[in-house]
C-alpha cells in the first residue's frame, strides 16, 4: 500500500503542476493570437483546468478501469461545487455579474440531466459517449460566438486583470504547453496505476477511489485558480472556472472514457452520486442565477455547501463499510 500511496501523492503533485503550466502557456499563445478574453475565460481556461480529469479518465477507460474515470469525472463535479465553492465563497462572496455565467448556470443543469437520462439504463454506450461530445461541439462553438460577441463580459474583464503584465514569448509558450501535456500524460498514467492498486489493496472499487482521492487531486487546479481568484475579488473568473470544469467534466471527460470502454453504471451510483450531483448543480443554478439580481453565493450558502460535500463524504464511507 506505501508504493500506490507514494504514486499517488507524485502524481497528484506532477498533474497541478503540468496543468498550471499547460493554462498559463495556452492562455499565452491565445493572447499573442488577439484572442478575445472572454473566450481564453470559457474555453481556454476551462480546457485546462479540466486537462487532469480528461487525461486521467481516458487512461483509466483505456487501461479497463471504466468505473475510475465516471467517478472522477463525476466526484471532480461534486468537489467542485460543494468543497471548492464553498471554500471560495467563505474566503469572499462570489457576486455574478457575468451574463455569460447566466447562461451557462441553466445549460450545466440540462447537460447534467441529459448525462443522466443516458445513464439510467445502467450503461454510458459508445453511442452515448458519442452524444456527449456531439454535444460538448456545439456548446464550444456557442462559447466562441459568446466570445467573440460579449467583449465587454464581465468574465472576460476578470480574465483580463488576472493575465500578468509581461506576455510570455510565444516560442516559451509553446514549449510550455509541450512539457506540460507531457508531463500531463505521465503524471495521469502514474496516478491511474496508483489508485487502482489502492483500491485493490483496500478492498474497494475503483469507482469509490475516483469520487475521493482521484477526484480531489484533479480538482486541485479549480481549487487553486478559484481561491486566487476570491482573493482578487474576480468573482466571475471564480464561478466561471467552475462552471467550465463541470461542463467539460460531464461532456468531454465521460464522453472520451465512454467513447474508449463502455462505461456500466450501477444502481447505487445513479441513486447516490448523480443524485447528489444532480442536487448540487440545481443548488447552484438557484444560488447564482440572480433572482434577486445580481446572483450571489454568501458565507452562509458557502458554509452549507461544504456540509453538503461533508454529508456525502460520510454517506460514501458508510455505504462501503469504512465507518
Known amino acids: 500500500m506505501l508504493f500506490p500511496s507514494l504514486a499517488i501523492l507524485l502524481g497528484l503533485a506532477l ?3 503540468s496543468a498550471d503550466r499547460f493554462v498559463d502557456s495556452a492562455a499565452a499563445v491565445a493572447r499573442h493570437f488577439s484572442v478575445p478574453p472572454l473566450l481564453v475565460g470559457m474555453v ?10 480528461m487525461v486521467v479518465s481516458a487512461m483509466a477507460a483505456g487501461q479497463g478501469n471504466p468505473g475510475l474515470a465516471l467517478g472522477n469525472a463525476w466526484g ?5 461545487i460543494a468543497l471548492i465553492l464553498g471554500i ?6 462570489i457576486t455574478v455579474h457575468s451574463l455569460v455565467l447566466r447562461k451557462e448556470l441553466p445549460l450545466l443543469a440540462v447537460i447534467t440531466a441529459l448525462a443522466g437520462y443516458l445513464a439510467w439504463d445502467g450503461l454510458i454506450s459508445r453511442g452515448n459517449a458519442g452524444l456527449l461530445l456531439v454535444v460538448f461541439a456545439l456548446i464550444m462553438v456557442w462559447s466562441i460566438v ?23 514569448p510565444l516560442r516559451s509558450a509553446y514549449l510550455g504547453l509541450a512539457l506540460g501535456l507531457l508531463v500531463l500524460v ?3 498514467r502514474l496516478l491511474v496505476w496508483g489508485a487502482v492498486a489502492l483500491a485493490q489493496s483496500l478492498g474497494v472499487s475503483d469507482l469509490v477511489i475516483g469520487l475521493t482521492i482521484v477526484a480531489i487531486g484533479t480538482s486541485l487546479p479549480e481549487l487553486a485558480s478559484c481561491v486566487a481568484a476570491a482573493r482578487k475579488r474576480e468573482h466571475d473568473l471564480a464561478l466561471g472556472n467552475i462552471l467550465g470544469s463541470n461542463l467539460f467534466n460531464t461532456l468531454a471527460v465521460v464522453g472520451i472514457a465512454g467513447l474508449i470502454a463502455p462505461i456500466s453504471v450501477a444502481a447505487e451510483v445513479l441513486t447516490r452520486d448523480f443524485a447528489v450531483m444532480a442536487g448540487l448543480t440545481l443548488l447552484l443554478f438557484f444560488m447564482g442565477w440572480g433572482f434577486r439580481a445580481p ?6 450558502e458557502g458554509a452549507a455547501l461544504l456540509m453538503a460535500y461533508l454529508a456525502y463524504t460520510l454517506l460514501l464511507m458508510r455505504s462501503i463499510d469504512l465507518i
Do not use: H, Y
Open 44 to 53: 481556454i481556461i476551462g480546457f485546462g483546468t479540466s486537462a487532469p480529469e
Open 88 to 93: 471560495t465563497a467563505l474566503i469572499n462572496p
Open 295 to 300: 446572483g450571489r453565493i454568501n458565507r452562509f
Open 146 to 168: 459568446q466570445g467573440m460577441r460579449n467583449k465587454a463580459d464581465a468574465l472576460g474583464l476578470d480574465v483580463t486583470a488576472d493575465q500578468p503584465v509581461e506576455v510570455m
Open 15 to 17: 498533474l497541478v503542476w
Open 76 to 80: 471532480s463535479n461534486i468537489v467542485n
Open 186 to 188: 505521465g503524471a495521469s
